[in-house]
Each structure stands twice: as C-alpha cells, then as structure tokens.
C-alpha cells in the first residue's frame, strides 16, 4: 500500500509540473507576449492620457503672461498690526521691451540660467529629472533643472508647492507656452516678471535698485551681476548679505558667458575687476522700518519656506517687534552717537525683549543701515563679540549653586595664574581702574565687576560647568565639547568666549524669569493670501536651568547701587529712577567692546558699543559708564515708561540674616554689620575664620608658643586677622594665591600686629631647677578691622 500511495503522489506531482512547464512556455510563446506588452503599453498610455487630462483640467492659460500683473506683496507687521515693511509695496514696475535690455543681460541671464533657451522647447528633461527623482531622495532642491520657460511660468501662473502634479502642469504650461511665444517674447517677459531681491520685481527695477540707471545702460559687470541674483536673492543681495557673496556668484556667471562665447576672456577679467569695485548706494527702501529686524525676520522666513514663497507669496507675517519702542530707541542711539564722534567708535547696537515670553521688542542692528560707508547693514545684534566681563553673573549663579554665598570672602589682589601657554605662561588679571581691593565680599566683587575675585571663582568652581551653564542658558558659542574647552581658560568670564548681544540679552532674562529658559523669537503668525495660517509660534513654559533661589541672588546683586558704588559712584546711568532694575556693565581687555544689559522681571534690554572692524575704542568710552550704559539707560526708561513698578519676587528658598560686615561670618560684638540674602542652609552660623586665635611665646617676642609652653599654659593669646585661601589649580604644590595675599598684607599693614600670620616657634627652654608654676594666659581683644 505504501508503495501505491508514493506512486500516486509522484505521478501527481510530475502531472502538476508538467502543467505549470506547459503554462509558462505558452505565456513566452512571441504572440503571447507580444499581445500582453501591447495591452500593458496601452493601459500605460491610457491612464497618463487620463492623468495629464485631469491635472489639465484647471491650468491657467498662458494668455495671461502679457498681461501678468506682480503678485500681491508679502506683509511685515508689527505686534500691533503696524507695517514694517511691504516687499514690492512701494514699487511700479516699469515693463520694458526686450531691445530695451542690453545684450550682454540677455546673454548673462541665458548663459546662468539656460544655456539651450533657443534651442529646448521650454522644458528640459534632466532638470525634470532633478526636480521629480533627486530632489525627493536627497530632500533639498537640486540646482539649474528649470528652463527660464518652466521658471516664467513658475512664478507668474503657479504656485510654489514642490509636487509631481505642479512640476507636470509647469511641464505642459511650459510647452504651451514656448509653442504659443517666440523666444524672444518668452525672455522679454521673463526678464520683467523675475524677482531680483528686496522689492525689485524685472529687470528696469533691479537695475533702478542696485545701480541707479537704467536697465538698457547696463555694463557687462554689471549684466553678470543682475543675472546671478534671482537664484537666491536674499543670499547674494549686497544689502543683506556682508560677506559679498555675490562676486562669487557673479565670477560663475561671467565664466558661463565666456565659455558660451558671450564674451572675451579679456572682458571675463576686467568685468570681474569692476565687480569687485562695485559700491552700493543706499537702498531706496525708505519705507522700512526697523530694517535689520526686518532683514532678521525675512532670512528666519527664507528658511521656513524658501526665498520664491517668501517673495512672491503673498504672505502677512505677524511680528513681536514694538514699532513705537523701536522707533524711539533708534532715536536715541542716533543722539547719542553725536556725542560719541571723538571717541573713536563707529556703531552700537541695541536688544529688547519681553522677558515672559521671549519675544523681541527691539532690534536696532547698528546706528544707521543705510550708512554703507560704515557698513550701516551689518546686524551688530545677532554677530558674535567678546562680551567682557558681562558674562560674570554666570558664573557666580554656578557658585552659588555650589553653595558659595554673596557674602563669601575672597581677596582682590594682584595673582599670578598659571596657564598652558609656552610664550605667556601665567595670566594676570587686572581691574577695570588698575586698583586692588583686598578682601572683597562676592556681593561687592560682582556688583563692582572686579576680576581677580571672578577669576579666582572660575578655578574654584570649574570651567566645564560654568560653560555648560552658559550653554543652558542661550549662550550658544559656550557648549563645553573638547574642542571648545581646548580653546578657552581662565579669561572665560573676562570675555573669553564670543556671544552676540542677542544672546546675552536673553540668556539675562533666565535670571529675570527666576531661573526658566525661553528662546528669543521674532514670528508671531504666518498667513497666506486667504488667511490660512502657515505658522504659528506656541507659548511654552520654558526650561528650568537655574535654581530660582541663586537667580534672585543674582538680581538682586545687580540691582544693589550700593554693591556697586565704589566703582561706578551713586548717581549712574546704571540707575533707573523710581525703578528696581538689575544690570552689569562689560568691557574687554583691549578695550574693544562696550557692553550694559539690564533688566527686571519683565523687561531685558541690552546694548553694545564699538567698531564693526574690531579696533580699539577710545579708553574715556570703554569705562563701562560711558558709552553703551547711557543708550541703555535712556531705552529702559523708555520701554518702562507707562507700565508698574515690579520688584523681583523673593522665592521661600531665600531667608535674610544680619552678618559682620567686613568679614561676612556672623555679627562680632562691637562691629559694622549689614543684613545679607541667603540660599536657606548656606547662612553663616559661626564667625569668619578670618578672625584666629593663636598662642604667642611670653618669652620670646613675635614667636608663636612651643607645644612645652602650651602645655604649661604660659602663653599670651593674640586675636589676629588672617587672610588664607588655597590655590585649587597649582600643579606644583606652590600656593600662588597665598604668595599674593601675603604681599599685600605685608604692603598694606607693615606695622599692624593684628594682620600678622607668625609661623616660627618659641625655643625657650625652662629652668627645671626651680619649682614648676602654672601660669594663666593673657588674653588680647578680638581686632578691629
């Protein structure tokens, strides 16, 4: 049975396989498969036929290029609704005819753009491909796919949507367009319709623009420029972009010219002699306001939704900008800057924001954009400087942190501070005045801005967290990688690492909203021509990135005017009359930067003072008094002007105590105190130990007593103060700090007895002789300082 069962299982499966054999080889069968590629062929043909008819189904028609009106503008406003500024608002296109363009334009445009125009029939199957296969597979747009057909219509009949259906549409528009035009009519309307930056939409306004004539008097350098420019304009505009990227993009454009035969290698070299000699007038937009804001917004747009929807896409966008507070701040810059004139400094810079929610209020990106001789549009406001000392509350929030206290005791004096520098192998700080204070509370180090405590509290807390705190905080240039912790040391909280005043305006904030992180924006709304909203910015709560307790510490440190006094006087221009405002002042080393920022829990502004070309100011406006602080005075005052009085609100963390005055340890009968903030458990509960008791030899003067003469209490007691602190970074078991301290001491209080440290020891020998007495120690007061 078993062998009957195989049998009809293999004559099955041999039956079934000769089946299958037999079907496949009559599918192969040539009619076959001939018939089958047929019908599939058809099908295909078929259902693109119906395709291409249902995306026909609504295409504009290419009449409407003659008569193409410029899309409606895209809209800046304000957080009140007020116009910024309107991109193509204020401008009446002049169409021109084609023989009223120059040659060497047409030829430049053709020659970056479209080297086959007179050849192609308005489409050109590889930048289809680009535009269909590469740009969804490496998902950014690949360069040069567009004829200048496909980008005529592009942007005057069709949306700017990146999809098959709207590349297919360019794709008949465009062959129904080249059949309906000659070339010259589709160039012609082409160079008219094209947006070439700013509000220059064709090629007379571009040329009106830029160069101040005419299109039909353009030169060769001139032509190669203009035709360079719609790719990107925002990226190659001479108004926007300080880094000339557009000789660049011109050098491109007049190599296509010459290798198409356009033009002589002779007049390829002199056209880029001209270019780069090209100087720019001031840029006929006198109806914008707030410009480097406006430029700020435009290239933050740009990267939302790129350069041909920003131009031409009829956007409204809803901006935090005060046009009022922007308006009166660029005013008082400009006054301010008359007085300046002799002190050797050329810009300044100014920051507001709204300190709940982050938004800017005020951009004044230098003195005046339209100053091209002095690089009026260069945006000071978001270009990274050397902040100075502006930094510091940083780093004592880190201190504080770690448990140090505004009333810990360090030493201001002249210290010699190792560092991995073959050529320079210690650093030495110095003060802003060249004096030493000696011992100093961190209350009064910080709010007087010295630099020997700050220094000193750098090594003591560490480099790594104090950039990583910056970090937290909005300082974006302070990431504590390898790299950048290879780059900086000691001076870090001197200035020795860039941040813009953006930045530091805003990480200020952190301390003003106790201790929560919210990022500076400028996009309230974005909405499209029927409304739609494209963006909208969402109100977050922010990240917690310091404790709430050390960032009251902080401000109210900065708000002290008497914590200040000794280095900026009691009538400043730190002080906001009627006002509790926190600020710190800072200046660099080489004197090139001037900075203030300021702020109180709902309000920050900062301003910066200096020379876009890095060169020393003059040192009368580089005190951190003079210079930036009194624009930031007069703008604080004015951003409060008509809003309530607020006083930072004291978190429960926080408990006050009344402290010694001099040492900062608990009160000493009989001597100054003042009262002093604290971190709850971080309180003084002892008295400074500043304040020693040491045993002193009854026999022999100056000398400390023998362990013999302590064991038979004959020793007089002496209430001394001393100054001692380690040195946490030496390598070489010398204590640089305690050598500086000493030294001062000894030049301060030569003759003082009280301020001596005695380190030898009695060797008086008793007489064994004689009876043994048990004498009493003499006590000495405790010292005042």
Not at 31 to 60: E, H, M, Q, T
Not at 528 to 544: I, P, Q, T, W
């Amino acid at each position: 049975m078993q062998y009957y069962s195989r049998l009809r299982r293999t004559s099955a499966t041999k039956r079934h396989g000769s089946l299958s054999a037999h079907s496949i080889r009559r599918f192969f069968k040539a009619g076959n498969l001939a018939k089958y590629a047929f019908f599939g062929l058809v099908a295909i043909i078929l259902v693109g036929f119906l395709y291409v008819l249902w995306v026909s189904r609504d295409l504009p028609t290419p009449g409407k290029l003659a008569n193409g009106d410029i899309k409606d503008s895209t809209r800046i406003m304000d957080r009140n609704d007020k116009l910024l500024y309107s991109f193509y608002k204020d401008y009446n296109r002049i169409y021109v005819a084609l023989d009223q363009i120059p040659v060497s334009l047409r030829n430049a445009t053709i020659a970056i753009e479209d080297k086959d125009f007179y050849t192609n029939k308005g489409f050109s199957l590889t930048g289809m491909f680009r535009g269909l296969v590469l740009d969804p597979i490496f998902k950014r747009r690949a360069t040069g796919g567009s004829t200048i057909t496909q980008q005529l219509v592009k942007n005057t009949l069709l949306t700017s949507e990146r999809t098959a259906t709207r590349k297919l549409k360019e794709l008949i528009l465009a062959v129904q367009v080249d059949s309906r035009y000659s070339k010259d009519q589709i160039l012609e309307m082409y160079l008219n319709n094209i947006p070439y930056g700013g509000t220059a939409v064709g090629i007379e306004a571009a040329s009106d623009l830029y160069f101040n004539k005419h299109a039909k008097d353009l030169t060769i350098a001139q032509s190669a420029f203009l035709a360079g420019l719609p790719q990107l304009p925002s990226f190659y505009s001479p108004y926007i972009n300080k880094d000339k990227t557009y000789i660049g993009r011109a050098e491109a454009v007049l190599k296509r010219m010459k290798d198409d035969g356009f033009i002589t290698k002779k007049q390829q070299e002199q056209a880029l002699i001209e270019i780069k000699k090209f100087e720019f007038g001031e840029q006929k937009t006198a109806a914008i306001k707030a410009p480097h804001f406006v430029m700020y917004v435009r290239q933050k747009l740009v990267d939302m939704f790129g350069e041909t929807l920003v131009s031409n896409g009829n956007l409204t966008i809803k901006t935090t900008l005060d046009a009022s507070l922007q308006a009166d701040s660029e005013k008082i810059v400009t006054e301010e800057f008359e007085k300046f004139k002799k002190y050797k400094v050329n810009n300044a810079s100014v920051v507001a924001t709204d300190v709940k929610t982050g938004g800017i209020l005020v951009m004044v990106g230098s003195k005046d954009y339209f100053d091209t001789e002095d690089e009026g549009n260069f945006n000071a406001a978001t270009s990274l400087r050397q902040p100075g000392s502006s930094l510091k509350p940083i780093m004592y929030a880190v201190a504080f942190e770690k448990g140090y206290t505004p009333a810990a005791l360090v030493m201001d004096v002249k210290t010699e501070f190792p560092v991995i520098d073959p050529t320079d192998p210690t650093y030495t700080p110095v003060n802003y005045d060249g004096k030493f204070r000696g011992p100093v509370q961190l209350r009064f180090a910080l709010g007087n801005s010295l630099n020997v405590p700050a220094v000193k509290m750098l090594a003591r807390v560490g480099i790594r967290p104090v950039m990583q705190k910056g970090y937290d905080m909005g300082i974006d240039n302070w990431e504590p990688t390898t790299k950048n912790l290879e780059n900086v040391g000691l001076s870090l909280v001197l200035g020795g690492r860039e941040a813009s005043l953006l930045q530091i305006t805003s990480a200020y904030s952190v301390f003003a909203r106790e201790g929560i992180r919210k990022d500076p924006y400028a996009i309230v709304e974005v909405k499209d021509r029927n409304g739609k909203v494209l963006y909208k910015h969402e109100e977050s709560a922010g990240e917690k990135v310091l404790d709430a307790g050390v960032s009251f510490l902080i401000s109210h440190i900065l708000l002290d005017n008497n914590a200040r006094q000794e280095a900026f006087g009691s009538r400043s221009w730190l002080v906001v009359s009627g006002r509790s405002v926190a600020v710190k002042t800072g200046t660099t080393d080489q004197k090139r930067d001037n900075w203030t920022i300021g702020y109180t829990p709902s309000y920050s502004v900062g301003v910066w003072v200096g020379n876009n070309d890095n060169s020393p100011l003059d040192p009368r406006i580089a005190s951190g008094v003079t210079g930036a602080s009194p624009i930031w005075n007069k703008v604080m005052t004015r951003v409060l002007k008509g809003t309530k009085s607020e006083e930072f609100k004291k978190p429960d963390s926080i408990m006050d105590k009344q402290i010694d005055a001099f040492s900062g340890g608990v009160p000493i009968d009989g001597q100054p105190t003042r009262v002093e903030y604290f971190v709850r458990g971080t309180e003084p509960s002892t008295k400074s130990p500043i304040y020693r008791t040491v045993k002193m030899s009854k026999h022999e003067s100056g000398k400390l007593a023998s362990d013999e003469e302590v064991s038979r209490n004959d020793y007089d007691t002496l209430e001394v103060i001393n100054f001692i602190e380690e040195d946490p970074i030496s390598t070489d078991d010398k204590n640089r700090w305690q050598e500086a301290i000493d030294a001062w001491v000894a030049e301060h209080y030569k003759d003082d007895p009280k301020y001596k440290r005695p380190s030898e020891k009695s060797n008086y020998k008793y007489d064994t002789s004689q009876p043994e007495n048990t004498p009493t120690p003499t006590p000495t007061p405790t010292p005042t300082p």
